[in-house]
T-cell receptor, first 112, second 113 residues
Framework: DADVTQTPRNRITKTGKRIMLECSQT?????MYWYRQDPGLGLRLIYY???????NKGEISDGYSVSRQAQAKFSLSLESAIPNQTALYFC???????????FGQGTRLTVV | GENVEQHPSTLSVQEGDSAVIKCTYS??????FPWYKQELGKGPQLIID?????GEKKDQRIAVTLNKTAKHFSLHITETQPEDSAVYFC????????????FGAGTILRVKS
């Protein structure tokens, strides 16, 4: 089983719909991150969390919200999806300090 | 602001040749610089990293160099093979205690056989 699991892997949704992307990890890491990948723009940070009570905005948090339900679970929500939120979304985990980030397989989201 | 610039955006090399990807970062406090490889349909995976107290690090055919004064770091792949074809991302730690990783825009590497 993967250490960082994202569900769903693919999703097509309509403009204005609410959608939740889920991430769970078995690595026991405190820190969890949501990134968005767009061609030519790399990986941009949406939100990150250091524990259940600590949520921080990244560089592109507008239009998104998150929930850290437990140490192992970190969900990303689009309250009212719009077409320019069509992208590949990645969840990642890290331990504190200068350490490796472990990524999930990604969720490809299409908003029509 | 917090940013990392990466060049080139695409790179084609002949099998056996070397490939070099360069990055520049904005935050002089950054002290951790990982490189990730992303294969089609997968999440990025760490291939090598370097910390600010080291100028160069090697792992078989892969090496990374860091120039803290110039805020530059580079990935060098020697004797490239078709399986090296992928997207490569550089990143730098930023923010309080380096808790955020800020990524470059990525380089598509194609190794022609």
């Amino acid at each position: 089983d993967a250490d960082v699991t994202q569900t769903p892997r693919n999703r097509i949704t309509k403009t204005g719909k609410r959608i939740m992307l889920e991430c769970s990890q078995t690595k026991g890491h405190d820190r969890m991150y949501w990134y968005r990948q767009d061609p030519g723009l790399g990986l941009r940070l949406i939100y990150y969390s250091f524990d259940v009570k600590d949520i921080n905005k990244g560089e592109i948090s507008d239009g998104y919200s998150v929930s850290r339900q437990a140490q192992a679970k970190f969900s990303l929500s689009l309250e009212s999806a719009i077409p320019n939120q069509t992208a590949l979304y990645f969840c990642a985990t890290r331990t504190p300090g200068n350490t490796e980030a472990f990524f999930g397989q990604g969720t490809r989201l299409t908003v029509v | 602001g917090e940013n990392v610039e990466q060049h080139p955006s695409t790179l084609s090399v002949q099998e056996g040749d070397s490939a070099v990807i360069k990055c520049t970062y904005s935050d002089s406090a950054s002290n951790y610089f990982p490189w990730y490889k992303q294969e089609l349909g997968k999440g990025p995976q760490l291939i090598i990293d370097i910390r600010s107290n080291v100028g160069e690090k090697k792992d078989q055919r892969i090496a990374v160099t860091l120039n803290k004064t110039a805020k530059h770091f580079s990935l060098h792949i020697t004797e490239t093979q078709p399986e090296d074809s992928a997207v490569y991302f550089c990143a730098a730690s930023m923010g309080e205690y380096g808790n955020k990783l800020v990524f470059g825009a990525g380089t598509i590497l194609r190794v022609k056989s």
